[in-house]
């Protein structure tokens, strides 16, 4: 059964940068979808950046275009966040999810419902 472990979450200042991971444990093998989410207490789980790991397809929700990066080492079945130019709103439990059955025509996105594999999430708390 595969699992997600994600880390790297921290306190930074504002401007500065995170890398977050996500390991799957597991065996996965074939193309899926891969994709990072955000919550804050009150608010609803927000997809950030989305990826299909058999091709090159990226999203990214519009707040982190240009800042954020989401990439996976294949070898490793290790999906990353990159995250430059941290702003205080950024501020959230950071979660990785899997949709080992998505991925269909290429296209990925961070749409909650379709995700059914999830992390524990890794908090990120950047201090203006």
């Not at 490793?76 to 899997?98: P, V």
Request: glycine share 14%; charged share 15%.
């Amino acid at each position: 059964q595969v699992q997600l472990v994600e880390s790297g979450g921290g306190s930074v200042q504002a401007g500065g940068s995170l890398t977050l991971s996500c390991a799957a444990s597991g065996n996965i093998e074939t193309s899926h979808c891969m994709a990072w989410f955000r919550q804050v207490p009150g608010k609803e789980r927000e997809g950030v950046a989305s990826m299909y790991t058999g091709g090159s397809f990226k999203f990214y929700t519009s707040s982190v275009k240009g800042r954020f990066t989401i990439f996976q080492d294949s070898a490793s079945n290790i999906t990353y966040l990159q995250m430059k130019s941290l702003k205080a709103e950024d501020t959230a439990m950071y979660y990785c999810a899997a949709d080992l059955w998505g991925g269909s025509g290429g296209y990925c996105y961070a749409n909650r419902d379709e995700y059914h594999l999830w992390g524990q999430g890794t908090q990120v708390t950047v201090s203006s």
